[in-house]
C-alpha cells in the first residue's frame, strides 16, 4: 500500500511540473516584452532581451505619451471601434437572435437558415473586398474598421439557444399585458440574457480590440491606423517615429532614439487593458465557451 | 372521396383552404409581425452587403476584372478560365496549396496532442488553486493578437539581440539567422500557435473529461486500475467523440489558413516563402500588392469552393459519429 501512495505523489509531481513549466512559457513572452520597455537601449544592445531588467527607465514611454500624435492617435481609434463596434454588435446580433428564437413567428427557421448560409459559403477574399472598396466605399473611413464583423452568425446563434432556454410562457403573459415586441425585447428579455451579452459582448469587443486585418486591407490614412498596425509597422520600421515626432525637443530625443525598447513599451501599451480586464474577463469566456461547445 | 371523409375539417375544403393560406401569408405574416421584421432588417441587411453580395461577387474569377466596370459590369475572361490557367501555370500557387494543407494538418495534429495531454493532465490535478491558476495563465495568450505574438517572436528570435541567439551564442555557437531560414519555420509557426491557443483549444476537453461520471473512476479503481489505466481505459474512449468531432471539423478548414498569424509572423519575409507562403497570404499578396485580381480572384474561388465541400463532408462525418454535435 505505501508503494502505491508513492506511485500516485510521483506521477502527480510529474504533471504539475509538466503544467507548471507550460504556465511559465505562457508567461515568459509577456515577462520579457515588460523587462524589455523598461530597459535602456544599452541594455538590450549589449546584452540583449532578458528576463530581468539591469537597469529601469520610463523613458521609452515618455517618449511614447510626448513623442508622436500617432501613438495617441492609434489609442484613440482602437478605442473608438471597439467600444462603437461592440455596442453596436451585441445590440444588432441579440435583435437577430430574438426575432430567430421567437417561437410563435412563423418564419424564424427561414431567418435561420438565411444566417447559416453565412457560416457555410464565403465569397472569399477578393469579392468581399472589392465591395467594400468599390460599392460601399469604406476605404479609409472608420466604418470600414466598425461595420464589416457587425452581424456575425455564430454569435447569434449563441444569443439565440440561449433566448430557446426562456420559456414561452414569459412572452405569452406580457403579450397579454399588451407589451409589444419591443418591449419585451428590452423591457423582458434583455434583463434576462446578461450572461449570454457579456459574453458575446467580450468576444466582440476582443475581436475589435486585437483587429488590425481591417486596417491592413482599407486603411492608407495614417492618422485612422489602429493601435495594433500601429506596433505592427513599428516593429518592422522605427524610422517612422522620428520623422513624425512633433515637439521641438522630441527631435533632440529622437537622434537617439531607443527603438527597441520603444517597440517593447507599445506593445505592452497594447495589451494593457487586455491584461489588466483579463482575472474579471476570464471566467465570461469560459462559461461562453461551454455554451457554445454544448450547442455545437 | 377523400374530401367528403374530411368534411368536418372546414381547411381542408379548397375554399377554405385558400382563405387560410392568404390570412397567414407572409404579406399577412409581415403586418402582424411587422415589429419582428424590423429587428431583423439591421442584421438582415449587413448580411446581404457583407456575405451575400461577396458571394455573388465570386463571378469576377471568370471574368477580366475592371474596377471602374465593378463585378457585373466586367467583361468576361477570354478565355473564360484564363484566370485559373494563368493561376495554375504559376509554382507559387501550387507551394501556397501544398503548404496550405500541410501546415495546417501539421498544426492540427499536434494541437489535437497537446490539447487532450493538456486537459488530462490539468484533470488529473488535486490543488484546485493550482488547476486554476495554471488554466489561467495558460488561456492567457489567447487574448493577444498576433501581431503582440509577432513582437513576442521578434523578441525572442531576432538575430541580434534576440534572448535565442544569446543562450546559443553563450553555448559557443553561431548565432541562427532565423528570418531567413525558412526550413525552421513550420517549427517556429507550430510552437507559436500551440503557446496562443493551447489553454483555449483544452477547455472543451476539460469540460467533457468534468462530464464523465466518477462512478466510473469508482468502480475501475475497486477493481483495482492505476490512475493510468484508468485513463486509458475511462478518460480516453469517453474524450473520443470529441476529440474526432474538433478534428473533422478542424479538417473542414484545412484550406483556410490563420491570415492574422502568417501575416504577422512572417509578414514580407520572402526568404521564407518556400514553407510559409499559403493560400490566404497569396491572395492577399495578388490583390493588394501586385494587384493581380485575376490570379486572386482565381485562387479565392478554388479555396471557397473546396473549402465548403471540406465544411459539409466534415460536418457530415461529425454527424455520424455524434449527431449533437454537428454544426448542423
Not at chain 1, 505619451?65 to 445590440?91: C, E, K, Q
Not at chain 2, 461577387?57 to 490557367?85: E, T
Not at chain 2, 475497486?222 to 476529440?243: C, F, N
Request: with cysteine; net charge positive.
Amino acid at each position: 500500500m505505501p508503494v502505491k501512495i508513492k506511485r500516485i505523489s510521483i506521477s502527480q509531481t510529474i504533471i504539475v511540473v509538466i503544467i507548471s513549466l507550460f504556465s511559465i512559457a505562457c508567461l515568459i513572452p509577456f515577462l520579457m516584452v515588460i523587462t524589455g520597455s523598461l530597459a535602456t537601449e544599452n541594455d538590450i544592445i549589449n546584452n540583449g532581451y532578458s528576463l530581468f531588467p539591469k537597469s529601469v527607465t520610463l523613458m521609452s514611454y515618455k517618449i511614447l505619451l510626448l513623442g508622436s500624435n500617432r501613438i495617441i492617435d492609434a489609442y484613440g481609434i482602437s478605442l473608438l471601434v471597439t467600444v462603437a463596434g461592440t455596442v453596436l454588435s451585441v445590440f444588432l446580433t441579440s435583435l437577430g437572435g430574438y426575432v430567430m428564437a421567437r417561437r410563435s413567428f412563423k418564419y424564424r427557421n427561414i431567418l435561420s437558415v438565411y444566417v447559416i448560409i453565412t457560416m457555410l459559403f464565403s465569397g472569399g477574399l477578393v469579392p468581399w473586398y472589392i465591395v467594400c472598396v468599390n460599392y460601399l466605399h469604406l476605404k479609409d473611413t472608420i466604418f470600414a474598421m466598425i461595420l464589416p464583423p457587425l452581424a456575425n452568425a455564430f454569435n447569434m446563434f449563441l444569443i439565440r439557444n440561449f433566448l430557446l432556454s426562456i420559456p414561452e410562457d414569459i412572452y405569452e403573459s406580457a403579450k397579454m399585458d399588451g407589451a409589444s415586441e419591443y418591449r419585451i425585447y428590452y423591457r423582458l428579455i434583455m434583463p434576462l440574457s446578461k450572461p449570454v451579452l457579456a459574453t458575446v459582448g467580450l468576444f466582440v469587443a476582443l475581436g475589435y480590440w486585437n483587429d488590425w486585418f481591417l486596417g491592413l486591407m482599407f486603411v492608407d490614412k495614417q492618422e485612422l491606423q489602429p493601435l495594433q498596425l500601429l506596433l505592427r509597422t513599428l516593429v518592422s520600421n522605427v524610422e517612422f517615429l522620428r520623422s513624425s515626432s512633433n515637439a521641438a525637443d522630441m527631435q533632440r530625443i529622437s537622434a537617439q532614439l531607443p527603438s527597441e525598447s520603444i517597440k517593447m513599451a507599445l506593445t505592452v501599451v497594447t495589451i494593457g487593458p487586455i491584461v489588466f480586464l483579463y482575472p474579471f474577463l476570464q471566467r465570461y469566456f469560459v462559461q461562453g465557451l461551454m455554451v457554445g461547445a454544448v450547442k455545437g | 372521396m377523400k374530401l367528403n371523409s374530411d368534411v368536418n375539417k372546414p381547411q381542408s375544403l379548397p375554399a377554405a383552404a385558400a382563405v387560410y393560406r392568404k390570412r397567414n401569408g407572409f404579406l399577412r405574416d409581415l403586418k402582424t409581425n411587422h415589429s419582428l421584421y424590423i429587428m431583423f432588417l439591421p442584421v438582415g441587411i449587413l448580411l446581404l452587403l457583407f456575405n451575400y453580395w461577396p458571394l455573388a461577387g465570386l463571378i469576377i474569377a471568370f471574368k477580366n476584372f475592371d474596377f471602374s466596370k465593378g463585378i457585373f459590369g466586367s467583361p468576361w475572361a477570354q478565355p473564360i478560365l484564363n484566370n485559373f490557367d494563368y493561376l495554375l501555370s504559376s509554382d507559387a500557387a501550387s507551394r501556397a496549396v501544398r503548404n496550405t494543407i500541410l501546415l495546417n494538418g501539421l498544426f492540427i495534429a499536434v494541437g489535437l496532442v497537446f490539447e487532450v495531454g493538456l486537459a488530462l493532465m490539468l484533470n488529473e490535478v488535486r490543488n484546485k488553486y493550482f488547476k486554476r491558476i495554471t488554466q489561467s495563465i495558460t488561456f492567457l495568450p489567447f487574448f493577444i493578437s498576433w501581431i503582440v505574438v509577432g513582437v513576442f517572436t521578434y523578441n525572442l528570435l531576432n538575430y541580434e539581440n534576440g534572448a535565442i541567439n544569446r543562450i546559443v551564442e553563450w553555448m559557443g555557437f553561431q548565432p541562427i539567422d532565423f528570418y531567413s531560414e525558412a526550413s525552421l519555420w513550420p517549427l517556429i509557426l507550430t510552437i507559436a500557435i500551440r503557446w496562443k491557443v493551447t489553454g483555449y483549444g483544452t477547455i472543451i476537453y476539460l469540460a467533457a473529461l468534468t462530464g464523465i461520471d466518477n462512478s466510473y473512476y469508482e468502480a475501475a479503481s475497486i477493481d483495482g486500475a492505476s490512475r493510468w489505466q484508468q485513463i486509458r481505459y475511462i478518460s480516453i474512449p469517453m474524450l473520443k467523440p470529441t476529440i474526432i468531432i474538433l478534428t473533422l471539423l478542424a479538417v473542414g478548414r484545412i484550406m483556410n489558413a490563420d491570415f492574422g498569424m502568417f501575416y504577422a509572423m512572417v509578414g514580407d519575409a520572402s526568404l521564407l516563402f518556400p514553407t510559409t507562403d499559403v493560400i490566404d497570404t497569396l491572395v492577399y499578396r495578388s490583390l493588394r500588392k501586385s494587384g493581380d485580381i485575376g490570379m486572386a480572384s482565381a485562387a479565392g474561388f478554388i479555396q471557397s469552393v473546396v473549402a465548403f465541400v471540406l465544411v459539409l463532408g466534415s460536418n457530415y462525418a461529425a454527424r455520424k459519429v455524434d449527431k449533437d454535435s454537428a454544426i448542423f
